[in-house]
Nanobody, 116 residues
Framework: QVQLVESGGGLVQPGGSLRLSCAASGNIFYITSRGWYRQALGKQRELVARITSSGTTIYTDSVKGRFTISRDNAKNTWNLQMNSLKPEDTAVYYC??????????WGQGTQVTVSS
């Protein structure tokens, strides 16, 4: 089992920045992929960014050049630095860990609201 706890959400004005963090505990040695997803009101949950154990990163087109995913293996965390935020980035953001057997683990979610 893997437990995930997100932090760092909040209210920010358009053009501002936020940094989300996901702290993992439990059987972290089995994690092969770490990611961030988001779900806006009335929409399906979508991939925002993902980083593999080898360091390969993937971003959805709408956040490329604005968001950066990174990981801190020593602290068992991964982060999402979000810059140049737009109102359409407003959503609940979830971190996800995928284990070697393709089991997915999710955090509880953190609200990000971009509004003036």
């Amino acid at each position: 089992q893997v437990q995930l706890v997100e932090s760092g959400g909040g209210l920010v004005q358009p053009g501002g920045s936020l940094r989300l963090s996901c702290a993992a505990s439990g059987n972290i040695f089995y994690i092969t992929s770490r990611g961030w997803y988001r779900q806006a009101l009335g929409k399906q949950r979508e991939l925002v960014a993902r980083i593999t154990s080898s360091g390969t990163t993937i971003y959805t087109d709408s956040v490329k050049g604005r968001f950066t995913i990174s990981r801190d293996n020593a602290k068992n965390t991964w982060n999402l630095q979000m810059n140049s935020l737009k109102p359409e980035d407003t959503a609940v953001y979830y971190c996800k860990a995928t284990a070697w057997d393709d089991t997915d683990y999710w955090g509880q979610g953190t609200q990000v609201t971009v509004s003036s």
